[in-house]
């Protein structure tokens, strides 16, 4: 299942997305997370956290992608601080949604917009399908 499906479906679901080391456990931050891990699906689905999603980083571009953890980072710091978010954003190592960005992308997530133009039909990097990039555990 597509990465941006499961994010949106995790929180409909009110299972929100975890944080798992390499080694599958529970990490404490995303600085420390391998893996982000939807549990609202029979086995849970584990995304490496730098997993390109269909929400496009730059309005009208087909090739210019917000990972997972950069979705992650934007929904579970929905309510900090610009200042705050951007620090957590450099220390996670995925970077961050862009300000301008923030609000459409937790609309997104909480199912409160449908996107519009910035939800591509598919991702492609370097030649291969997000689905063929995602590590499940």
Wanted: proline share 6%; aromatic share 8%; net charge negative.
């Amino acid at each position: 299942m597509d990465p941006l499906d499961l994010f949106r479906q995790a929180i409909a679901a009110s299972t929100p997305p975890t944080l798992l080391n390499a080694a599958s456990e529970p990490a404490e931050s995303l600085q420390l997370a391998s893996y982000i891990s939807f549990p609202n699906t029979e086995p849970p689905t584990n995304i490496t956290k730098e997993t390109p999603t269909r929400y496009t980083s730059k309005a009208d571009s087909k090739d210019e992608f917000y990972n997972v953890g950069q979705l992650w980072l934007a929904w579970t710091e929905k309510d900090a601080g610009v200042r705050d978010y951007l620090m957590k954003g450099q220390a996670g190592g995925v970077g961050y949604v862009g300000i301008a960005d923030r609000r459409g992308v937790v609309e997104y997530l909480q199912g409160e917009s449908d996107g519009g133009a910035r939800i591509a039909l598919s991702t492609t990097i370097e030649g291969e399908s997000s689905r063929m990039v995602m590590g499940m555990n």
